[in-house]
């Protein structure tokens, strides 16, 4: 099942993974984050009625997640925030009408007046989701934050600091696992800049963020699992460093798109090796030389 992104609930997917005896070093993954984009495809998470929904639906496909992590493995959960405005329905020249991905059809949860909250709050719902992970028996180990480095932060808020963070959560099924540190820069904030542009994928996270997670969770050939492949970040960046991945994906419409990223991986990692050992053997015939 190694090197294989599986299409479907990834939620079916993990268990049959774990009642095959699957198992994987480490987890790096980003899911739906609460009503911010539509990714076309019925069953997607993040468009549940209420956070709460939506922090259980994480819950239980993390808890998944755990059946096949290794004893000694590491889950590292990338999570972004949402707005609540009560405003209803964007209409007409509004520009939240064509925000994001899609031309809004019907009300979000978000738009819809008497979700509990003043409007215009901040839900905090990373920390929602890493306190629920973590009374259903996760470790919640460190959050890092991601300083999403962009030169046009949030052009449009006029009234609250412009918000250019995420959160990375790195929790653990007990109190010892594997985690290189050497791995990680000193800094405890990671100044690490969006990629944008990405065909077909407008909200990938940037490959660096996946190799400073997979590098301290996981050792040379070992399984680095997505359960939210999307564009193939994950797949790419293990196997640029030497692992194996398995992924997980509802979307049948990034195969394309993870089968190239995929690829290209495998390219470079053929035309770095065959230029080591061309350096090797021109050493070697310098040195037969003198």
């Known amino acids: 099942m190694n090197n294989e992104i599986l299409f479907g609930d990834c939620r079916v997917s993990l268990r049959a993974m774990a009642a095959a005896g699957v198992r994987v070093q480490t987890c790096v ?3 739906p984050y609460f009503w911010q984009r539509d990714y076309g495809v019925d069953g997607q998470m993040g468009h549940e009625e209420t956070t709460g929904q939506f922090v259980s639906a994480l819950v239980d496909t993390f808890s998944a997640v755990r059946d096949v992590l290794a004893d000694d493995g590491t889950f590292w959960l990338n999570l972004g925030d949402s707005y609540y405005s009560g405003n209803g329905q964007p209409k007409g020249s509004d520009p939240r009408s064509k925000s994001r991905d899609w031309m809004r059809q019907k009300v979000r949860p978000l738009d819809v007046p008497g979700m509990g909250v003043p409007k215009k709050s901040l839900l905090g719902l990373p920390w929602q989701v890493a306190m629920a992970l973590q009374a259903d028996g996760w470790v ?9 480095e962009t030169a046009f932060p949030e052009p449009s808020v006029k009234d609250r600091p412009h918000r250019q963070h995420e959160y990375v959560f790195l929790l653990s099924k007990s109190r010892r696992y594997y985690f290189d540190r050497a791995a990680l820069p000193e800094e405890s904030v ?3 800049p969006h990629e944008r542009g ?11 963020l996946v190799r400073r997670c997979i590098l301290a ?8 699992l997505d359960p939210f492949m999307g564009s193939g970040t994950t797949a790419a960046v293990a196997i640029e460093h030497g692992r194996q991945f398995i992924g997980c994906e509802l979307n049948p419409d990034y195969k394309p798109l993870q089968d190239e990223r995929i690829a290209g991986a495998r390219l470079a990692v053929s035309d770095a090796k065959a230029a080591i050992q061309h350096a090797a053997a021109q050493i070697s015939l310098l040195g ?3």
């Open 29 to 31: 993954t980003s899911p």
């Open 140 to 148: 919640v180990r460190a959050d890092i934050i991601w300083c999403r």
């Open 190 to 192: 990671w100044h690490i």
């Open 198 to 208: 990405l065909r077909g994928h407008n909200a990938a996270f940037p490959r660096e």
């Open 217 to 224: 969770g996981s050792r040379p050939g070992e399984v680095v």
């Open 288 to 290: 037969e030389a003198a």
